[in-house]
Nanobody, 123 residues
C-alpha cells in the first residue's frame, strides 16, 4: 500500500507544522511506518519510525529528537509528524513509508514511494 504525505507548507524559523500520512484508499498493512525527508540533490533520509502494532515503539534521529513527534491514529488509518521549532535545515520534501521495525532499526518495504509534501522553512 502506498502512503501519501500531506500538510507541508511555508513556515518561519521557530514555527510548527503537522504533517499527515494516509494509506491511499486503504488501511495500514505494515507493522511499522517511517518518516523520511529529502533535500534536493541529496539522498532521502529516515528521520523517525514508529510501530503500528500498538507497542508504542518510536525512534527519532538525533537531529529531530525533542522537536518532532510521531503519532498514529489507527482508527483513522492516519499517522502524523508534529514538527516544532523548525529551522531552515528542515526544508525538504517529506515522505512516509511502510515497513517493519526490528529493534531500533526500520526496514522500508519495497513498494514505490508515495507522494511527498514540501516543507519550506524561511529564515
Amino acid at each position: 500500500v502506498q502512503l501519501q504525505a500531506s500538510g507541508g507548507g511555508l513556515v518561519q524559523t521557530g514555527g510548527s507544522l503537522r504533517l499527515s500520512c494516509a494509506a491511499s484508499g486503504s488501511t495500514f498493512s505494515s507493522t511499522a511506518l517511517g518518516w523520511y525527508r529529502q533535500v534536493p540533490g541529496e539522498q532521502r533520509e529516515l528521520i523517525a519510525s514508529t510501530s503500528l502494532t500498538g507497542t508504542g515503539s518510536t525512534n527519532y534521529k538525533h537531529f529531530v529528537e525533542g522537536r518532532f513527534t510521531v503519532s498514529v491514529d489507527m482508527a483513522k488509518n492516519m499517522a502524523y509528524l508534529q514538527m516544532n521549532n523548525l529551522t531552515p535545515e528542515d526544508t525538504a520534501v517529506y515522505y512516509c513509508k511502510p515497513g517493519r521495525l526490528v529493534g531500533r532499526y526500520f526496514y522500508p518495504s519495497q513498494t514505490s514511494w508515495g507522494q511527498g509534501t514540501l516543507v519550506t522553512v524561511s529564515s
